[in-house]
């Protein structure tokens, strides 16, 4: 296995649980519950940043690894992806915006708005796993 391969299956890996934390978060923590607690939103942000870093970060190393257009921005990258039929372009538009959302969460430069914050921890889930599973295919 080479080592480009490797780092991208321990990302795939850490995708993977970080995914099943925010199941845990969502399962826990009600939307009321989570504007009450600063602790629960701090966490959440941090979950819900690191998730889509790693997203980020796994489809650049796809795209270094083949060689594809190299994105501009952070959202390019799940067009690139969808382009070169590694998902669908349905999959690249749920994923489109999360870049953005990323830069907001990691570094707080904006206020956030914590009813986007909890759309995006129970809408986000099935878009993240779909992701997963399709980078999972990649792997293989």
């Known amino acids: 296995m080479t080592t480009a391969k490797y780092t ?3 990302h795939q890996n850490i995708l993977k649980e970080n995914i099943k934390k925010l199941e845990r978060y969502k399962k826990r ?17 941090k979950a ?3 998730t889509i870093e790693i997203m980020l970060t796994t489809g650049n190393m796809i795209i270094a690894q083949k060689g594809f ?7 390019d990258i ?3 992806l969808a382009n070169e039929k590694i998902y669908s372009k349905n999959l690249a538009n749920k994923l489109w915006g999360l870049g953005g959302f990323r830069n907001i969460l990691v570094h707080n430069y904006i206020t956030i708005d914590l009813n986007l914050v909890y759309n995006h921890l129970e809408k ?5 796993k779909e992701y997963a599973k399709h980078i999972a295919k990649f792997l293989v």
Not at 69 to 75: G, Q, R, S, T, V
Not at 124 to 128: D, L, N, S, T, W
């Open 124 to 128: 986000g889930i099935p878009i993240f």
């Open 78 to 80: 799940f067009d690139i």
């Open 69 to 75: 257009k190299k994105p501009e921005k952070n959202d």
């Open 29 to 45: 923590f009600s939307k009321k519950a989570f504007l009450d607690d600063e602790l629960v939103i701090d966490a959440i942000c």
């Open 48 to 50: 819900l940043g690191e």
């Open 8 to 10: 991208l299956k321990t």
